[in-house]
């Protein structure tokens, strides 16, 4: 059974510690017009995908975070994607298992802020600048998705944490809000 618990305020640290420490679900409908009041809701889910996939990318079983931040930007979200992954990765750095971080990685070193933004078009130029090809021996074009290799390839390289952004309209989700 899980726990269910609305929590209110920005996402800082307390909030993420607490969130992290506790099963939350999602809201209901009716919840959900309550987000003005509440400012912030996080979700931590078990997921479990049916469709077949072939890249290591999209696995069957994960958790994932989902938040419902009402009246958010775009720059506000990065923001938070940003302090979510960093207070995980100190939190993870200061507990106990923290030495297996290092033994996977020995040059492991705890992220800088603030993370790199980078266009998709951007990043597309940068893989053609470096020669970057695709499996087919072709260069990167405006509207490729970029796959994981290239994308190690590139944060390896420019050795920062980059969050890439505004991906063409004809790559999102139909769902998904368009950049003004």
């Given at each position: 059974m899980l726990e269910t618990k609305?929590?209110?305020g920005p996402l800082d640290a307390t909030w993420l510690r607490l969130a992290t420490d506790t099963h939350i679900c999602s809201l209901d409908p009716p919840g959900q017009a309550c987000l003005k009041r509440l400012q912030a809701h996080l979700a931590l889910w078990n997921n479990h995908r049916a469709e077949q996939s072939r890249t290591r990318r999209n696995l069957a079983e994960f958790t994932?975070?989902?938040t419902e931040c009402p009246f958010l930007t775009f720059q506000h979200l990065l923001n938070r994607l940003e302090d979510l992954v960093c207070n995980v990765?100190?939190?993870v750095l200061k507990s106990p298992v923290a030495s297996i971080v290092y033994d996977l990685n020995l040059s492991f070193k705890p992220l800088k802020r603030p993370f790199r933004r980078m266009n998709s078009s951007d990043a597309i130029e940068w893989l053609r600048e470096h020669s970057a090809k695709k499996e087919d021996t072709i260069?990167?074009?405006?509207?490729?998705?970029?796959?994981e290799a290239p994308e190690i390839l590139m944060t390896d390289t420019i050795n920062e944490s980059i969050l890439l952004c505004r991906f063409?309209?004809?790559n999102k989700f139909f769902y998904t809000q368009q950049y003004p």
């Amino acid at each position: 059974m899980l726990e269910t618990k609305a929590l209110t305020g920005p996402l800082d640290a307390t909030w993420l510690r607490l969130a992290t420490d506790t099963h939350i679900c999602s809201l209901d409908p009716p919840g959900q017009a309550c987000l003005k009041r509440l400012q912030a809701h996080l979700a931590l889910w078990n997921n479990h995908r049916a469709e077949q996939s072939r890249t290591r990318r999209n696995l069957a079983e994960f958790t994932h975070v989902e938040t419902e931040c009402p009246f958010l930007t775009f720059q506000h979200l990065l923001n938070r994607l940003e302090d979510l992954v960093c207070n995980v990765v100190d939190r993870v750095l200061k507990s106990p298992v923290a030495s297996i971080v290092y033994d996977l990685n020995l040059s492991f070193k705890p992220l800088k802020r603030p993370f790199r933004r980078m266009n998709s078009s951007d990043a597309i130029e940068w893989l053609r600048e470096h020669s970057a090809k695709k499996e087919d021996t072709i260069l990167y074009e405006f509207g490729d998705d970029i796959p994981e290799a290239p994308e190690i390839l590139m944060t390896d390289t420019i050795n920062e944490s980059i969050l890439l952004c505004r991906f063409p309209v004809e790559n999102k989700f139909f769902y998904t809000q368009q950049y003004p």
